[in-house]
């Protein structure tokens, strides 16, 4: 995720130059792509030149956050969406639109959608300012089959692309009518995940995830199992210095979390891959003891080839 004040880069950094991006006739390439265009391109021909035998499939969704509603930038007809809590998820959108995209192509049509209806608005700091959280969120998962059982097995993966909307003061920004309460809707946001960065830094026992939406949706990926890589955006010029101060701090913060990120599986999945570690080291134990005593390996207790190479 970009962090950082209205106008220090966050948009440029994550999506490039919008205005090169959305073109209807832009293939990629340009050296002003930002983050999203050039993973695109890395995840596709990771597919591509995968293993053998493996199969994916990508499926991406737009969305924002808006004066703490969420909506769904595929489908803004839809209007205001809930978020809901699951044992298996966590939290998530409920009927958010999930498109299938079978190409870098596909999933750049369905960025360039919602960097066409997110909200943006213009003031004395920043003529295109982001006025609300836009996440892109790409469901990318695998299937295989396990040489030993035969069985398949398959993994989940989710990547998210989080362009925040930036803290701004009103007597800078000079924002007016609406923009008023849209800005105090984002400090308020950014100020929670401010808060929920403090406690992971300190590794207190209680963190404030569910203050708001934009916590609960990153909950996952802030201080779970999950890698997560914060870009601090900072302006050059010497006024804002304050907030640039800021960002820093809240950089090193996150520089100091600490994240175990595991492979997802499904829980039946999961379990059988518990039960064959254990069984694996059961086997190796055994093996060793064995070799401690000068005892002959029978085909009776034999170990297989991964219990072996663990007790190696």
């Not at 050296?31 to 990508?58: C, D, K, L, M």
């Not at 205001?80 to 498109?99: C, T």
């Not at 299937?143 to 007597?171: C, H, M, N, W, Y």
């Amino acid at each position: 995720f970009a962090y950082g004040q209205t106008g220090s880069g966050k948009t440029y950094s994550v999506s490039g130059a919008e205005h090169v991006i959305v073109d209807e006739s832009y293939t990629g390439g340009d050296p002003r792509e930002g983050v999203v265009p050039r993973a695109a391109r890395e995840i596709y021909q990771a597919v591509q030149n995968g293993h053998g035998g493996v199969n994916y499939s990508v499926k991406a969704a737009c969305f924002e956050i808006y004066n703490e509603q969420v909506i769904d930038l595929l489908n803004p007809d839809a209007g205001q969406l809930a978020i809901r809590e699951s044992k298996a998820q966590g939290f998530f959108v409920e009927n958010l639109l999930v498109v299938e995209c079978h190409g870098v192509s596909d999933l750049m049509e369905v960025f360039k959608e919602g960097i066409r209806n997110r909200h943006v608005g213009a003031h004395t700091m920043n003529r295109d300012s982001s006025r609300s959280h836009s996440l892109l969120v790409l469901y990318i998962d695998s299937t295989r089959i396990d040489p030993d059982t035969g069985e398949q097995i398959k993994q989940f993966g989710k990547l998210a692309f989080v362009d925040l909307a930036g803290s701004e003061r009103l007597k800078s920004s000079g924002s007016s009518g609406e923009m008023i309460k849209e800005t105090g809707q984002i400090n308020k946001s950014l100020f929670t995940l401010g808060k929920v960065i403090a406690c992971l830094d300190k590794g207190e026992a209680f963190v404030p995830y569910r203050d708001s939406k934009l916590t609960k949706l990153l909950m996952d990926s802030l201080g779970g199992s999950s890698t997560c890589v914060m870009v601090a955006c900072c302006s050059p010029s010497a006024r804002y210095i304050e907030e640039t101060l800021s960002t820093l701090s809240y950089a090193s913060r996150a520089l100091n979390i600490t994240n175990t990120p595991v492979v997802r599986l499904e829980p039946a999945q999961r379990l059988i891959e518990q039960l064959r570690s254990d069984n694996h080291g059961l086997r190796a134990e055994n093996a060793q003891l064995r070799i401690q005593l000068g005892l002959p390996m029978s085909d009776k207790v034999r170990p297989s080839t991964a219990a072996l190479r663990h007790a190696a």
